[in-house]
């Protein structure tokens, strides 16, 4: 058990709508990153929160946002969602930005239709 | 900006074959190399990984990796698979220097082991 806990686990959207998914880091982490896996690929880093803040961000668009609250857990948020959007999502812990161990969730498989 | 290259998609074996997996990947500065296990449900498990030392890294279950500057590789190696291996297995880089949390990774090599 890598002790970072996403919810929800599956869900299913449609075109156009939003959609939050939340992420809990292993205990004693405080930075978060979120990475979007989509079918047959290697997860792709969509941004990092560390002391609340957004630090890095890789290259999506700002439909995706996000937040870390002070307790370190974090949210994805996706606007406008369009078919291509389907994917896993996964959340990644680590202790600080450079940390040497990153730890990862199981996933929210989101399908949009 | 940094790649990774896994050049197997999907690589089939009987038990107790030996397996290699090739991973390249392309940036010009200094890595740390990663190789990541995903096991049916399951979530990305570390196998093993590199930051600077002994080139050839051991990791758990007996698997193992070798970097090769010279070759931009990170080639991952168990001399004998079994048919708890099946899985998904992705190479990662990250520069280092860099946020941790932020890694490129492969597309992955599905493995599949016969009894």
């Known amino acids: 058990d890598a002790g970072v806990t996403q919810s929800p686990t599956h869900l299913i959207k449609t075109r156009g709508q939003q959609v939050t998914l939340r992420c809990s880091p292993k205990s004693g982490h405080d930075t978060v990153s979120w990475y979007q896996q989509a079918l047959g690929q290697g997860p792709q880093f969509i941004f990092q929160y560390y002391e609340e803040e957004e630090r890095q961000r890789g290259n999506f668009p700002d439909r995706f946002s996000g937040h870390q609250f002070p307790n370190y857990s974090s949210e994805l948020n996706v606007n406008a969602l369009l078919l291509g959007d389907s994917a896993l999502y996964l959340c990644?812990?680590?202790?600080?930005?450079?940390?040497?161990?990153?730890?990862f969730g199981e996933g929210s498989w989101l399908t949009v239709v | 900006a940094q790649s990774v290259s896994q050049h197997n998609h999907h690589v089939i074996l009987s038990e107790a074959a030996s397996l290699e997996l090739g991973c390249n990947y392309s940036y010009g500065g200094t890595v740390n190399l990663f190789w990541y296990v995903q096991y049916p449900g399951q979530h990305l498990q570390l196998l093993l990984k590199y930051f600077s030392g002994d080139p050839l890294v051991k990791g758990i279950k007996g698997f193992e990796a070798e970097f090769i500057k010279s070759k931009f590789s990170f080639n991952l190696r168990k001399p004998s698979v079994q048919w708890s291996d099946t899985a998904e297995y992705f190479c990662?880089?990250?520069?280092?220097?860099?946020?941790?949390?932020?890694?490129?990774f492969g597309r992955g090599t599905q493995l599949t082991v016969w009894p």
């Open positions: 990662a880089v990250n520069a280092k220097g860099s946020t941790l949390g932020r890694l490129y």
């Open positions: 990644a812990s680590s202790l600080g930005r450079t940390g040497n161990t990153i730890y």
